[in-house]
């Protein structure tokens, strides 16, 4: 009887429990299965999930560069020098204008109907000279008759070929040349050319022998660069459209160029207010290819000069430029990729 029972309270819980039963086996054995999965797995993250990598290659931008900059200059001014009469009497005719230049060869002033012709020496004229007078001041005047385009030698005797060039200096319409060379018919200056900075004089105004005519200097002579960087090729400078080849050693002495650059609204402000900096605008008379790297790509920087990996290759680079953490390079073989990641102290490429 007893068995029975028992039998029959088997099948009823049988009916009863199974199927959850079974649900329950299987939630346990899929948890089991998805644990022993993720233990067993090979550690794998997507790669947008990964950290970046401390060493990589780029790809470089080849570019044409003219190098152009802008250098701080300093100049240099010629000395202030008065003009001095050779002779007295009235002032007739003056062809002293401020800032227009006079040249050796040239009259410039007429007192009492004699002309007075500006005469460069390098040694200065300090007496009359008449044929057959010999000296350092004749070789002086005669070199400076050949400059002027007579056909005289430097002999240092003034004979008749260089008595006659001093008469052809003067004007043809005045009834006083001669054979001879006056000094009241000269007046000295110090170069070749100069420019005239002031006027002292009116026509009609009396003259006295030693008064100043005219005053000169105070011109710019010559500007040059305070921090020459030509180690990239021969540079230009330019300034109110003219253009001129700076020497090695950073100086410019072009006179159209520095009358150019005079004339600039920076430079007449400086003359109004020295304590300013003056600057000179630049570029290469040949440009240059260059690559566009990023700045982490160089190493053992100095100064323009650094090294870099390219192609898998350390390299010597010239560093021509930078903007917005690109830095502009130029070597003897230009790159295709640079490499950027950590460099040590040892690695060199110089």
């Known amino acids: 009887m007893k068995t029975k029972r028992k039998i029959k309270r088997a099948k009823f819980l049988s009916q009863k429990w199974s199927p ?5 086996v299987f939630i346990a054995a899929l948890g089991v299965g998805v644990i022993l999965g993720l233990l067993l797995a090979p550690n794998t993250k997507p790669e947008s999930l990964k950290p970046p990598s401390n060493v990589y290659d780029v790809s470089v931008l080849t570019r044409e560069s003219d190098g152009a900059r802008v250098d701080k200059v300093s100049v240099t001014l010629s000395p202030e020098r008065d003009l001095l009469s050779p002779d007295s009497g009235v002032l007739v005719r003056s062809e002293c204008t401020p800032g227009v230049s006079i040249r050796s060869g040239e009259p410039i002033f007429t007192i009492d109907n004699e002309s007075i012709v500006a005469l460069y020496t390098d040694l200065p004229l300090w007496r009359d000279l008449n044929s057959g007078d010999t000296g350092e001041d004749v070789s002086s005047l005669q070199r400076e008759l050949i400059r002027l385009g007579f056909n005289i030698i430097e002999s240092g005797r003034f004979d008749f070929r260089t008595s006659e060039a001093v008469r052809k200096l ?3 319409h005045d009834n006083s040349r001669q054979y001879a060379l006056q000094l009241s018919r000269f007046i000295w200056l110090p170069s070749p050319e100069l420019t005239i900075s002031s006027c002292a004089n009116s026509i009609g105004d009396l ?5 100043s005519l005219a005053t000169s200097g105070n011109q710019l002579t010559s500007i040059k660069l305070t921090e020459n960087n030509q180690g990239d090729g021969s540079r230009v400078v330019t300034a109110g459209g003219i253009e001129s080849e700076l020497t090695e050693n950073g100086t410019i002495t ?3 160029f520095l009358d150019a650059y005079s004339e600039t609204p920076e430079f007449i402000q400086w003359r109004a207010n020295q304590s300013q900096g003056l600057t000179v605008k630049s570029h290469l ?10 700045s982490s790509a160089l190493f053992m920087v100095d100064g323009r000069y650094a090294c870099i990996i390219g ?6 680079v010239t560093i021509i430029g930078s903007e917005l953490g690109k830095t502009f390079v130029t070597a003897d073989n230009l790159p295709s990729q640079v490499s950027i990641r950590p460099f040590s102290d040892e690695e060199k490429c110089r």
Request: hydrophobic letters at 40%.
């Open 20 to 24: 959850r039963v079974g649900f329950l």
């Open 170 to 172: 003067i004007p043809s």
């Open 207 to 211: 003259i006295s022998v030693g008064q």
């Open 254 to 256: 072009d006179r159209a």
């Open 285 to 294: 008379k040949t440009p240059i290819h260059s690559v566009t790297v990023p």
């Open 311 to 316: 192609n898998g290759k350390s390299l010597a």
